[in-house]
């Protein structure tokens, strides 16, 4: 089975496409015939060679957004494109912060469904279902439109894997924004890139992350340095982020980021569902938790019932003795 078009919000960060960007595009590669993606930013053109090398043959390119919200602009371009040709099958945006403005303001603009949470794409047919979590990831559940396309996906990071496909050449199309007026009235005044030392959580190889078990906030220190002798990177539970003792950038989870590392490693965390649902695709999981009925352990490959301020400062200098 093959749709005929998909399209992509490629989304760029550190001057390159995101890995979830990199993900969608695979994902649609796999289920179109053709992949075109739309995107925003200086000198986005310039990155057209790496799309193509992700299967895409045409970028839309928007162009710089002077301040404004990349939302309003993106869900614009995509139904003005649409207008002038036809609609693509589907569409697909990633979970994040601009993929999911976009795709809302999409979707209110040509009046058709979206389904979000999106952590599985099955083919049946001509038809794309989607397995979409619920209730915080306890359930999931197959969801297919039954209106005619586009059909808007938002994906959750992590549900596909990113691969290169051959390369193929890209052709760059400027895309057309009309004006706006006061959907356009909300500006980016500044911006703040948080500082970090290791690899990004959403993309380390390690992850360690702590909990409430850690006991007081100068523990997590422990987590820090194993997760950096273990060149990876810390992570935490919302129960730790919300006292305020790590930036809300750390949370694993439901309402934070989704991991997939080779190893994971939690440290005093009970293992509650919106934790899990962020990390229990991680190929290896080691969990430390005194109490041996801790959901943690059910998901587990290896655990450790113990006191984490006890066990964690062995681990850390067996690590240094090797
Ligand atoms: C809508 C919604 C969204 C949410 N999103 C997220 C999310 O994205 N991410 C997330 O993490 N949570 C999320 N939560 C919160 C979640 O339900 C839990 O409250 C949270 O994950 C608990 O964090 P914790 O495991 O650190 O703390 P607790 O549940 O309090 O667990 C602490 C654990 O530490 C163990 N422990 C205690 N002392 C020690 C010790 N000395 N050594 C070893 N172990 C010890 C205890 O046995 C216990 O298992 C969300 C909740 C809601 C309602």
């Known amino acids: 089975m093959s749709l005929g078009k998909i399209w992509v919000l490629a989304e760029f960060a550190e001057a390159k496409p995101t890995t979830a960007t990199l993900e969608l595009l695979s994902a649609a590669s796999t289920f179109a015939d053709r992949v075109e993606a739309f995107a ?11 799309l193509g090398d992700y299967g895409v043959s045409k970028l839309y390119d928007i162009g710089s957004l002077a301040g404004s919200l990349p939302g309003p602009k993106v869900a614009a371009a995509m139904a003005e494109a649409i207008s002038k040709d036809s609609a693509p099958d589907a569409i697909f945006f990633a979970t994040s912060y601009d993929g999911r403005d976009a795709a809302a303001r999409l979707s209110a603009r040509l009046s058709v469904g979206v389904i979000t949470n999106v952590v599985n794409l099955v083919a049946e047919g001509n038809e794309l279902n989607a397995e979409h979590a619920i209730f915080g990831g306890e359930m999931i559940l197959t969801s297919k439109f039954t209106a005619s396309a586009p059909r808007i996906f938002v994906i959750r990071a992590k549900s596909f894997a990113p691969e290169a496909k051959d390369t193929a050449s890209c052709e760059v199309v400027p895309a057309s924004v009309s004006d706006l007026g006061s959907t356009d009235g909300a500006k980016i005044v500044s911006s703040h890139v948080e500082e ?20 007081q906030p100068d523990r997590y220190q422990l987590v820090e340095e194993l997760a950096s002798l273990l060149a990876g990177a810390p992570g935490a539970s919302r129960a730790i982020v919300d006292a305020g003792w790590v930036p809300y950038s750390y949370q694993v989870g439901q309402t934070g980021k989704t991991v997939k590392p080779n190893l994971y490693i ?7 569902t919106q934790h899990m649902v962020g990390m229990k695709g991680s190929k290896n999981i080691v969990a430390i938790n005194k109490d041996k009925e801790a959901p943690i352990f059910q998901v587990c490959d290896f655990g450790i019932v113990g006191d984490a301020s006890k066990i964690v400062p062995k681990l850390i200098e067996a690590i240094k003795a090797r």
């Open 40 to 50: 925003w930013g200086e000198g986005v053109a310039d990155y057209s060679g790496v």
């Open 196 to 215: 970090r030392s290791g690899p990004k959580l959403d993309e380390a190889p390690v992850v360690v992350s702590g909990g409430r078990g850690l006991g």
């Open 266 to 272: 939690a440290v005093g965390i009970s293992g509650a």
